[in-house]
């Protein structure tokens, strides 16, 4: 990987982070040990109020609790939102 340059490997890395993260977070919600409702900040699940993509908004994500909650993400939740832990139900 040495012939890489540092900036595709920094963006490699970067991207494979967050899909770690969220992958982890799905697996903790799918076994039950993310149980309490809004374990992190909407900024820190980078959370914004109108999916840009229909199949990925909070109202198909299992995570999503209708009206207006998440089991993961804090504070109110709109079902058109969307953030990088989103898990299909």
Known sequence: MADVPKAVRDEWDAALDSYSRGLFSALEHHFGIAE??????????????????????????????????????EGDIHPGGHCRFFNAR
């Not at 309490?36 to 900024?43: E, L, R």
């Not at 993509?53 to 089991?71: G, L, N, Q, V």
């Open 36 to 73: 309490k409702a809004g374990t992190i900040s909407q900024h820190e699940a980078d959370y914004t109020e109108d999916g840009p993509i229909e199949a990925e908004r909070c109202r198909h994500c299992t995570m999503f609790r209708a009206p207006d909650s998440c089991t993961y993400v």
